[in-house]
């Protein structure tokens, strides 16, 4: 497994090595000793998720303020940009955002740490998203940051406006949300 730290160094990218022949691919997806060292600590994940969405859907920017998730993302249908928000007021990186487009042809996947906002916006068809999460889903400490908005200037690549649920339409800009510290 390749391991790329991306301009917000805490933030992972990671692509499997891929076997593959006329019959088709094979890649380990997860292996807890490789995640583990390439994060650089012990992990636990306690919960999968798998969402389903049309194209221009944009999920997010989640997080819990409590019972903070780190999140192991990857897409196994389609494809999606998808973006992580540093919410950690002493981090030097502290309101930057990084985006990357995850699909099922590139396999590639993304570390995105406790202490972080989440979201993706689908550029395909439909995309079906994976994630492995460090906690539980725990709905009284999760939060929403505002996908648009302009102090954290994300660079979304949307055609017109994206199809969002009630609860991102309600999200907070970061200048008002709850922060790690």
């Known amino acids: ?100 487009v995850l699909s099922a042809e590139n396999k590639l996947q993304m570390w995105i740490p406790e202490g972080f906002a989440h979201g993706f916006v689908v550029l395909s068809e439909s995309a079906e998203f994976l994630y492995k999460t460090t906690d539980f889903w725990a709905p009284e400490h999760e939060r929403c940051i505002a996908w648009n908005d302009p102090e954290l200037a994300i660079e979304w690549p949307l055609d017109g406006e994206p199809s969002l649920s009630g609860k991102d339409r309600e999200g907070k800009c970061l200048a008002q949300a709850d922060l790690f510290d």
């Open 1 to 100: 497994m390749k391991v790329t730290p991306l301009s917000i160094p805490d933030v992972l990218l990671l692509e499997p090595q891929v076997f593959g022949d006329s019959r088709g691919f094979f890649f380990e997806s997860y292996n807890q000793k490789k995640i583990e060292q390439a994060i650089g600590r012990t992990v636990d994940f306690v919960q999968d998720n798998h969402s389903l969405s049309a194209r221009g859907v944009l999920r997010g920017l989640h997080y819990q303020i409590q019972q903070a998730q780190g999140k192991l993302v990857r897409v196994v249908q389609g494809e999606v940009f998808d973006v992580a928000v540093d919410l950690r007021r002493t981090s030097p990186t502290f309101g930057q955002w990084v985006g990357q």
